[in-house]
């Protein structure tokens, strides 16, 4: 069974950053894919970012790109979501996954609050 812990979430004034941060633990064979969707109210949760572990490669949703940063540590089995230049739409909470193709699929943490006034 694998378990993931998000935290970093909060309220901000829009422009302002957050950083969220999301551990994985657990009966880990291979993390092979980590990243961060968001759902806000009334809406259906849709993908902010998403990292290869081997490798490194990162893509974005639009909506995010050149304000989000998406980071992971293979060694500790972390994923991290740097953002800046929040916007007030950027409310919702965030959900950090793992994609373990061996055994497990996708796994969800339970979401972490990011509110931003305007």
């Known amino acids: 069974q694998v378990q993931l812990v998000e935290s970093g979430g909060g309220l901000v004034q829009a422009g302002g950053s957050l950083r969220l941060s999301c551990a994985a633990s657990?009966?880990?064979?291979?993390?092979?894919?980590m990243g961060w969707y968001r759902q806000a109210p009334g809406k259906q949760r849709d993908l902010v970012a998403t990292?290869?572990?081997?490798?490194?490669?990162?893509a974005y949703a639009d909506s995010v790109k050149d304000r989000f940063i998406i980071s992971r540590d293979s060694a500790k089995n972390t994923v991290n979501l740097q953002m800046k230049s929040l916007k007030p739409e950027g409310t919702a909470v965030y959900y950090c996954?793992?994609?373990?193709?061996?055994?497990?699929?996708?796994?969800w943490g339970q979401g972490t609050q990011v509110t931003v006034s305007s």
């Open positions: 657990g009966s880990i064979f291979r993390i092979d894919v």
């Open positions: 990292i290869i572990n081997a490798g490194g490669s990162a």
């Open positions: 996954y793992i994609y373990e193709a061996a055994r497990f699929g996708h796994v």
